[in-house]
């Protein structure tokens, strides 16, 4: 008889696990789903305006712009697969070894999870890094993520460079944004 309430007891407290958890993503999805449009909207505007932020931080060489920008934890991994963490992107950036002469945007989609942001784009760059020319088309996707504070941050960043299909693939420099 032990044996029999312990499973019984058991068999109830995974039924009670799986009733609150689904419980819980039920109210998780209202409460996205109840995000006004009206904030979805702003929420969106204040992407973009960070893109921007991003796009002209790095056009001009801004530091401090780029320091606001990114979170402490920011890691971005380059076309190349290199990593490079907050402080390696500002001493990148600090030192001017790229230098960007245009980054045009285009095909921006912004995707809200919450307090996170997932923004995918093109990028038609020309300018010189380290290792020499770095210009062409590349695909990237960029994450921010809103702190306690409310303030929006980027977390990550990968960027792939475009190949039209058949073209060879050449030794890339290691690009960092």
């Not at 912004?110 to 770095?134: C, D, F, H, K, Q």
């Amino acid at each position: 008889m032990g044996m029999r309430r312990q499973s019984l007891n058991t068999s109830r407290g995974r039924c009670l696990a799986r009733g609150l958890a689904l419980g819980l993503m039920i109210f998780a999805a209202h409460r996205l789903a109840a995000i006004p449009r009206a904030e979805k909207h702003e929420t969106r505007h204040q992407i973009e305006h960070l893109e921007d932020a991003w796009r002209n931080a790095v056009l001009k060489g801004n530091l401090a712009a780029m320091d606001a920008l990114l979170a402490d934890d920011y890691i971005a991994i380059s076309p190349t697969g290199i990593l490079q963490s907050k402080e390696q992107a500002l001493a990148t950036l600090r030192s001017g070894a790229m230098h960007f002469k245009s980054i045009e945007l285009t095909d921006r989609k912004i995707r809200m999870y919450g307090t996170t942001a997932l923004v995918t784009s093109r990028a038609e760059v020309s300018g010189t890094g380290p290792e020499g020319n770095i210009s062409g088309s590349y695909r990237y996707t960029r994450v921010y993520v809103k702190d306690a504070r409310g303030v929006w941050r980027i977390v990550s960043f990968e960027a792939s460079k475009i190949r039209e299909p058949g073209e060879p693939r050449e030794r890339q420099s290691p690009t960092r944004f």
